[in-house]
């Protein structure tokens, strides 16, 4: 009971900390919010930070995207992927 | 500490609300935004800032926003202006008021801005992202009357469907001529995606017709890859004239249907003259658009370098290094909204990361990028070297495959964002 408390909060503080965006976050939804044939919502943010580093290293071959992660460090793209996570990109289309 | 089920979901459904929700700010944090103009960037900040709950209202002079992204595909016969259109009440939320008014003047000292139907709105920050202006009197005999005859389809709407009926029109074995303005100017690959989709069209209807560039500048965005792609795909077809080989246009005259270049005059079946262009002219009342036609803003903020309280973004800005497109203008826009968001709260906005991603169109299914990352230096933003640039040159095709259909998901995801369509 107590550990789901804690994680209660865990999810409170991270719903919180998603509110303001780390850099270049919010670029993500330009090609992958709602309406996109690859939507990230879903995404854990180690599946995220492990695409962006395959993107970096050459291992996973794209189009685009290899030009995109070169511009962010391994720490901007956890930040980033931390809050896609926590829900981040879900707009509330009331 | 314990609890029992009820708590357990009463503070479950709380947690779920902080994600989910918009986030309740305190009266003082709440602040007052006019955005003026319902494009990508307005449409887009207006609708972010009524997210985080600020008080935002929208100015625009008309119904529906046509969007210029995908109107090329219009004139090449693959897609209709009716799919190319949001009517901006569908983009408005909770806490978000839509005006359908033109901006006439503004008082940054009493930090109003009024209406043409004499409304004067009180903001705390101003929004301007107005567009361009088409500088009518930069090319000798080119003004409103003669883009009836000659069309610059550089507003998607009506000057689209008057060039791409023109088209249709011309007899097999026409010429088409393109005239792009100098940089810079609204979405710099645009004119070169627009010859290959007429191509496209022309290829399947009018196979004995040509299309000349005649251009004001001796190079162009994506040239390398739109070069290879009309040569594999258009071969023939198409003609890039530079300036060095006499294809500056000095003058038009609409009647004849010529242009007049440094080396001699040209006769057109359809003449597209884009003219030059500069920031939408409310930016000019406004007192934040300077000698160069636009408006110099930071690079954090977007509040002008000009007038404190108001900020630009989208064509009509010069932040730095973005180039104008819509892309740029819906990242320009979520990145002020959350600036202000910051100042509204009292807290020092975050030094931005941008992104700028512009896919073209060769064919329905042949599409190419250039992508730029962008980051602040001394106020203004700087493209990251080591990141960005153009799609491969001599990718198979489907990685060209791939990418069209990347740009229609781009599409889709962005309208959904700035329009809510």
Known sequence: MRSLLVLLLCLAAGGAQAQVPPPGATMCSGCHGEGSILPLDDWTAAEIIAAMAGFKDGSRPATLMPRLAAGFSDEDITAIADWIAAGGMRHDTR | ?421
């Open chain 2, 1 to 421: 500490m314990t609890l029992d089920r009820r708590q357990m979901i009463v503070a479950a459904g709380g947690a779920v609300a902080a994600l989910a929700l918009p986030r309740r700010l305190s009266a003082q944090d709440r602040g007052r935004v006019v955005v003026v103009g319902g494009g990508f960037g307005g449409a887009t900040a207006a609708r972010t800032l009524a997210r985080l709950g600020h008080e935002v209202t929208l100015v625009e002079r008309d119904a529906t926003y046509v969007t210029c992204p995908f109107s090329n595909a219009v004139l090449g016969g693959f897609m209709e202006l009716e799919s190319l259109s949001f009517p901006l009440a569908g983009a408005t939320l909770d806490g978000m008021r839509l005006i359908e008014d033109s901006a006439v003047d503004v008082d940054p000292e009493a930090r109003t801005l009024t209406l043409a139907g004499g409304e004067v709105l009180e903001w705390d920050r101003l929004v301007l992202s107005p567009g361009v202006e088409f500088l009518y009197d930069a090319l000798p005999g080119y003004d409103e009357a003669a883009a009836e005859r000659m069309p610059h389809a550089w507003k998607a709407g009506p000057q689209t469907a008057l060039l791409r009926a023109q088209l249709e029109a011309m007899a097999d074995g026409g010429l088409v001529v393109i005239a792009p303005p100098a940089n810079p100017f609204r979405c710099p690959p645009g004119p070169y995606e627009r010859a290959s989709l007429i191509a496209h069209y022309l290829t399947q209807a009018k196979p004995a017709s040509k299309i000349l560039i005649l251009d004001a500048k001796e190079t162009f965005s994506k040239q390398p890859l739109f070069q290879e792609a009309w040569a594999r795909l258009y071969p023939g077809m198409i003609e890039f004239r530079p300036p060095s080989m006499g294809g500056r246009v000095i003058g038009v005259d609409p009647a004849a249907m010529t242009l007049q270049t440094e080396f001699g005059t040209v006769a057109a079946a359809v003449a597209n003259v884009i003219p030059p262009q500069r920031a939408g002219a409310i930016a000019q009342v406004a007192g934040v658009r300077d000698e160069t036609g636009w408006c110099p803003v930071s690079g954090v903020t977007f509040e002008s370098d000009l007038v404190p309280g108001i900020h630009v973004i989208g064509d009509a800005c010069a932040p730095g290094a973005m180039p104008k497109s819509a892309f740029s203008a819906n990242a320009q826009a979520k990145v002020l909204a959350q600036a202000l968001d910051a100042l509204f709260r009292g807290e020092e906005p975050q030094s931005p990361r941008l992104i700028n991603t512009c896919y073209s169109l060769a064919a329905p299914d042949f599409g190419f990028s250039v992508a730029g990352v962008y980051a602040e230096a001394e106020g203004k933003l700087t493209e990251l070297a080591d990141a960005g640039g153009l799609s491969a040159l001599e990718a198979p095709a489907q990685d060209r495959a791939q990418e069209a259909d990347y740009a229609r998901s781009w599409y889709a995801a962005t309208v959904r964002e700035a329009f809510g369509g």
